[in-house]
């Protein structure tokens, strides 16, 4: 693929963005269909405490689903990075509790990923699932039960519709357990919505990075959407080498707001909930000289006015559901920002598409 923007749809990284609603709909399908879903509720239905594991985005991808899990079920719920598993396993707790813990891993071969599964079940006797897009992994062999999302396995390094779809089906498994039917029809008509939306958010994209050039990338979310502002920010890494930080929204003004500038981008994903206080920072940030993003699910007029660019889902769903949605535009971001300076997004630097270790 030559960088100009002009050759990207030969891409896979660009083919996988656009596949997402397309692929969420069939994860969905096969995981209504599922035996495993039904095996996996009937042996954890006694478990109270959850611990979901990953690496790199998929450890972002942790961090979302736990939030989720909480939200969904009730259950407490905490994410945590494979490495911290292995370097020390006491972080987990797992004497004398009902722990029940899930690994993400895309290629179920990261060495940490299937590392981190061997310490749960052999060492602290905690019941694994493992959550993936490869058949046939090493992390499936070292679960006691794996969900496989082959529709979304990829050929690019950077995860994109992977996350999205590991996402959706950590959302799934949460909505059967708490018997949410309304939730996983919400998760179907978000997937069935969105599909023809991605185009159009990848031209608002290439139009925004083709208009606008960043020293630095910051991004702010609160709750369910932190690990979507953590994914986001490496997105931006990952495809465009940039300086990217991230934050939870109103932490921003205790101490790193010193950085703003015009030269830097801020990007708020902005909750049903909390929107008043979120878009209260952006508010700020625009008068330190700083540009704003903002994606939310309805915007205030106010949002409306002060934002440099806009995304609006206009769901009347679960904003939970529209969860997955929230990470596109910075996938499509990081995309275009890699292309305009000269790299190409399917073939990151410094990066291989599983770390393994000796
Ligand atoms: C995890 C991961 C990716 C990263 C790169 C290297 O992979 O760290 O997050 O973008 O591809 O691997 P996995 O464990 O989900 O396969």
Not at 33 to 47: C, E, P, T, V
Request: hydrophobic share 45%; net charge negative.
């Amino acid at each position: 693929m030559t960088n100009d923007l002009s050759s990207y749809r030969q891409s896979d990284t660009w083919k996988e963005i656009l596949s997402e609603g397309t692929v969420w709909q069939q994860v969905l399908e096969e995981l209504n269909r599922s035996a495993i879903i039904n095996a996996i509720l009937a042996q954890s239905r006694k478990r109270r405490e959850w611990v979901f594991v990953g690496c790199g985005t998929s450890y972002y991808l942790a961090e979302s689903a736990a939030y989720c899990w909480t939200l969904l079920t009730g259950q407490p719920a905490r994410a945590l990075p494979g490495s911290e598993v292995l370097l020390f396993p006491k972080i987990v707790q797992a004497e004398g509790t009902e722990i029940q813990a899930v690994v993400i891993s895309r290629s179920g071969k990261t060495s940490e990923a299937v590392r981190a599964a061997a310490v749960l079940s052999h060492d602290l006797r905690v019941p694994t699932i493992g959550i993936t897009c490869a058949e046939n992994s090493e992390l499936e062999k070292g679960c006691e039960m794996t969900i496989v999302l082959r529709a979304a396995d990829e050929q690019s390094t950077v995860m994109t519709r992977s996350f999205t779809s590991m996402l959706i089906a950590s959302q799934y498994l949460a909505a059967r357990a708490a018997e949410n039917a309304a939730f996983i029809a919400d998760l179907r008509k978000l997937a069935e919505q969105f599909t023809p939306r991605i185009p159009l958010l990848g031209e608002q994209m290439e139009e925004f990075v083709a208009t606008h050039t960043f020293a630095d990338y910051v991004f702010l979310g609160q709750g369910a959407f932190y690990g979507i502002a953590r994914e986001s920010a490496l997105k931006v890494m990952e495809m465009s080498c940039s300086y990217s930080q991230v934050f939870h929204t109103m932490e921003f003004r205790h101490g790193p707001k010193a950085i703003v500038g015009p030269e830097t981008c801020l990007t708020f994903f902005l909750s049903d909930a909390a929107q008043d206080r979120e878009a209260e920072v952006l508010a700020e940030m625009k008068d330190l000289g700083g540009v704003a993003i903002a994606i939310c699910n309805r915007a205030a007029d106010k949002l409306r006015w002060a934002s440099d660019l806009l995304v609006e889902y206009s769901f009347s769903g679960d904003e939970l559901a529209l969860l997955a949605a929230f990470v596109v535009p910075c996938q499509l971001f990081g995309f275009f920002t890699g292309i305009k300076r000269g790299l190409n997004p399917d073939h990151p630097k410094n990066l291989t598409r599983v770390v393994m270790l000796d």
